[in-house]
């Protein structure tokens, strides 16, 4: 079969960054001459996808020209359509002079890129999150972290000298030139991509075959492997089970599966017009888009923040000009009695169906460790399902308790942990006085080391978390955006918030440290509740008062709550 002519890149060329060669020894031995920054996780993903064209015709971080037009008009200074900027932030006091040269390390302080600093410019979180994203609500998982990003950005011109390095998959993880020359080997003019951050089941799997069959050309299989929702399924089980049903129930010689080392910013319609680019970089020009494309759940206010098919809009308004045709995600139901799925809206009148939310999948069998049936999803899916997310009873969780300080927090943060202990949870307390002596010994108490310590709390509990335990953590944590981004690092299906709702004037009453009182005399500046503001949670899980009630009484709701949740197996009597 001869190759086909796939759809030419997004600008008519693919960017290529990567120096190799004698002009590669020689940048790495410049680079030891050289100040340096590291790169956070999310501009490493970035950096990686610049230098490999993914976000071709973008060939560096962008300008402020570029980053300005981007968040007003979705366009670059030239007229190109392109959704969202994709920036390096620093902090000024890291940088050269514009003019000179830094190195881009990565948390091991790996070198990775040379840039020449041609720009740096101020940006403002706020604005962007309101332009780019649509919202500046807390709960929005991008939110708390573009408040601690650097204060500029920063551009110029990339000599990249070493990709990220990786360990798994490596068979599947494929440049966009790679991608195009498997796919033209494949003979077909037209590809369509399906984006995943889902394990795939019976339904993902119809729909991705009729759409190839539907445009007459192959199927890109290529789920992101980046940064993605936070409480999202693993890649590396994702990527267990795309491979298992690869290997089975697929037609490879028009299916291929490769690997997307995106950062997802989960910015709905916006976000799913540039993973249309990105694919057409990889050599598509169909791309399949389901309903809340990119979507981050919802809102404090409990609405989803996009609609169910604004992407949909967004990308059929833009296809011509970007040139990747969007292919709706059609609901598909199951026919017991003929064994088949059909569109919802086809339905024979009469016709018994069966179907499973998300939501089931989580709470009624995964959550229980029963078995997803097979009609539902093969038989390859549920077993590596059921091996990573075992019963509810036996997972991970953390207990977030919230309040001002005399609320009741550690005092029942000690009853629930021996109470939760009788019931075999193994409970480790992250009290905020102990981490401030340990964790976060020389941190003040302005806004940005609260912050800090809060998110140093959120990590260990998401480790904690992460192996099976359990963390109670006793903080005041008065920002609503830090303790969005503990539950961010925690996942928010193991996360459980507690507020501690005691009036200010029965916690002062108390006052058994004496702080109300020497903030009172004015000895301590800035303590929550009195000359600093304390941020209720808006919908936390569970809410209680310190006041008329004792600490084992709100430690005994918080267990029935765990009961409800799935999270304590039922006492025997």
Same mark, same amino acid.
């Given at each position: 079969?001869?190759?086909?002519?796939?759809?030419?890149?997004?600008?008519?060329? /693919?960017?290529?960054?990567?120096?190799?060669?004698?002009?590669? &020894?020689?940048?790495?031995?410049?680079?030891?001459?050289?100040?340096?920054?590291?790169?956070? +996780?999310?501009?490493?993903?970035?950096?990686?996808?610049?230098?490999?064209?993914?976000?071709?015709?973008?060939?560096?971080?962008?300008? =402020?020209?570029?980053? &300005?037009?981007?968040?007003?008009?979705? %366009?670059?200074?030239?007229?190109?359509?392109?959704?969202?900027?994709?920036?390096?932030?620093?902090?000024?006091?890291?940088?050269?002079?514009?003019?000179?040269?830094?190195?881009?390390?990565?948390?091991?302080?790996?070198?990775?890129?040379?840039?020449?600093?041609?720009?740096?410019?101020?940006?403002?979180?706020?604005?962007?999150?309101?332009?780019?994203?649509?919202?500046?609500?807390? %709960?929005?998982?991008?939110?708390?972290?573009?408040?601690?990003?650097?204060?500029?950005?920063?551009?110029?011109?990339?000599?990249?000298?070493?990709?990220?390095?990786?360990?798994?998959?490596?068979?599947?993880?494929?440049?966009?030139?790679?991608?195009?020359?498997?796919?033209?080997?494949?003979?077909?003019?037209?590809?369509?991509?399906?984006?995943?951050?889902?394990?795939?089941? *019976?339904?993902?799997?119809?729909?991705?075959?009729?759409?190839?069959?539907?445009?007459?050309?192959? /199927?890109?299989?290529?789920?992101?492997?980046?940064?993605?929702?936070?409480?999202?399924?693993?890649?590396?089980? *994702?990527?267990?089970?795309?491979?298992?049903?690869?290997?089975?129930?697929?037609?490879?010689?028009?299916? /291929? /599966?490769?690997?997307?080392?995106?950062?997802?910013?989960?910015?709905?319609?916006?976000?799913?017009?540039?993973?249309?680019?990105?694919?057409?970089?990889?050599?598509?020009?169909?791309?399949?888009?389901? *309903?809340?494309?990119?979507?981050?759940?919802?809102?404090?206010?409990?609405?989803?923040?996009?609609?169910?098919?604004?992407?949909?809009?967004?990308?059929?308004?833009?296809?011509?000009?970007?040139?990747?045709?969007?292919?709706?995600?059609?609901?598909?139901?199951?026919?017991?009695?003929?064994? %088949?799925?059909?569109?919802?809206?086809?339905?024979?009148?009469?016709?018994? #169906?069966?179907?499973?939310?998300?939501?089931?999948?989580?709470?009624?069998?995964?959550?229980?460790?029963?078995?997803?049936? &097979?009609?539902?999803?093969?038989?390859? #899916?549920?077993?590596?399902?059921?091996?990573?997310?075992? +019963?509810?009873?036996?997972? !991970?969780?953390?207990?977030?308790?919230? !309040?001002?300080?005399?609320?009741?927090?550690?005092?029942?943060?000690?009853?629930?942990?021996?109470?939760?202990?009788?019931?075999?949870?193994?409970?480790?307390?992250?009290?905020?006085?102990?981490?401030?002596?340990?964790?976060? =010994?020389?941190?003040?108490?302005? $806004?940005?080391?609260?912050? #800090?310590?809060?998110? *140093?709390?959120?990590?260990?509990?998401?480790?904690?978390?992460?192996?099976?335990?359990?963390?109670?953590?006793?903080?005041?944590?008065?920002?609503?955006?830090?303790?969005?981004?503990?539950?961010?690092?925690?996942?928010?299906?193991?996360?459980?918030?507690?507020?501690?709702?005691?009036?200010?004037?029965?916690?002062?009453?108390?006052?058994? =440290?004496?702080?109300?009182?020497?903030?009172?005399?004015?000895?301590?500046?800035?303590?929550?509740?009195?000359?600093?503001?304390?941020?209720?949670?808006?919908?936390?899980?569970?809410?209680?008062?310190?006041?008329?009630?004792? +600490?084992?009484?709100?430690?005994?709701?918080?267990?029935?709550?765990? &009961?409800?949740?799935?999270?304590?197996?039922?006492? $025997?009597?």
């Amino acid at each position: 079969m001869s190759k086909s002519k796939l759809i030419a890149p997004y600008g008519g060329k /693919l960017v290529n960054l990567v120096v190799s060669g004698e002009e590669r &020894e020689e940048l790495l031995a410049h680079a030891s001459t050289l100040p340096s920054i590291k790169i956070n +996780p999310r501009a490493l993903h970035d950096l990686e996808l610049l230098a490999i064209g993914a976000f071709s015709p973008l060939d560096r971080f962008m300008g =402020k020209a570029d980053y &300005e037009r981007v968040l007003r008009d979705m %366009r670059l200074i030239d007229g190109t359509v392109f959704p969202l900027p994709i920036t390096l932030t620093a902090d000024p006091y890291e940088l050269p002079s514009v003019g000179e040269e830094i190195v881009l390390r990565n948390a091991l302080n790996d070198v990775i890129a040379i840039m020449r600093l041609e720009e740096i410019f101020s940006w403002d979180p706020e604005k962007e999150a309101r332009l780019a994203l649509g919202t500046n609500d807390s %709960r929005h998982p991008m939110i708390s972290e573009m408040a601690r990003w650097g204060k500029v950005c920063v551009s110029g011109e990339l000599k990249v000298i070493n990709l990220p390095k990786y360990y798994d998959f490596i068979e599947l993880r494929r440049t966009p030139a790679e991608v195009r020359e498997e796919l033209a080997a494949m003979g077909n003019d037209n590809v369509v991509a399906f984006q995943t951050r889902n394990p795939l089941h *019976r339904i993902h799997e119809e729909l991705t075959k009729r759409a190839a069959k539907q445009v007459g050309g192959s /199927l890109l299989i290529h789920p992101v492997v980046g940064m993605t929702k936070p409480g999202d399924v693993s890649y590396y089980t *994702r990527v267990r089970i795309y491979k298992a049903l690869m290997e089975k129930y697929y037609d490879k010689s028009r299916t /291929l /599966l490769s690997l997307l080392p995106l950062a997802m910013r989960m910015a709905g319609p916006r976000e799913a017009l540039l993973h249309a680019i990105i694919r057409r970089n990889y050599g598509a020009n169909h791309f399949i888009v389901g *309903r809340d494309h990119a979507g981050p759940g919802n809102d404090s206010s409990g609405k989803p923040f996009y609609g169910p098919y604004d992407a949909q809009e967004m990308l059929t308004e833009y296809e011509d000009e970007i040139g990747v045709k969007m292919v709706p995600f059609q609901w598909l139901v199951y026919l017991p009695d003929e064994d %088949r799925y059909v569109e919802v809206d086809k339905v024979p009148e009469g016709a018994k #169906t069966q179907a499973i939310s998300g939501t089931q999948v989580r709470e009624e069998y995964l959550a229980t460790g029963k078995l997803l049936p &097979e009609w539902f999803t093969r038989p390859e #899916t549920a077993e590596i399902l059921r091996e990573m997310y075992p +019963p509810k009873h036996r997972r !991970g969780l953390c207990i977030w308790f919230t !309040g001002l300080s005399g609320s009741g927090k550690s005092a029942t943060a000690q009853v629930l942990m021996a109470l939760l202990q009788e019931r075999g949870r193994q409970a480790t307390v992250l009290d905020g006085d102990v981490v401030r002596t340990h964790l976060s =010994k020389g941190l003040g108490f302005s $806004k940005e080391d609260r912050d #800090t310590n809060i998110l *140093r709390i959120g990590f260990v509990a998401g480790e904690i978390v992460r192996h099976q335990g359990t963390a109670i953590c006793s903080a005041i944590s008065p920002y609503r955006a830090a303790r969005n981004g503990a539950r961010k690092m925690v996942g928010n299906d193991n996360f459980i918030m507690v507020h501690m709702d005691t009036p200010l004037e029965v916690c002062e009453a108390r006052d058994v =440290k004496g702080l109300y009182a020497k903030a009172r005399r004015g000895e301590i500046k800035g303590f929550t509740g009195v000359d600093d503001p304390y941020e209720a949670p808006i919908d936390p899980e569970i809410t209680l008062v310190g006041d008329g009630v004792t +600490p084992e009484d709100n430690a005994r709701k918080i267990i029935d709550y765990l &009961e409800g949740r799935g999270f304590l197996l039922p006492e $025997k009597i």
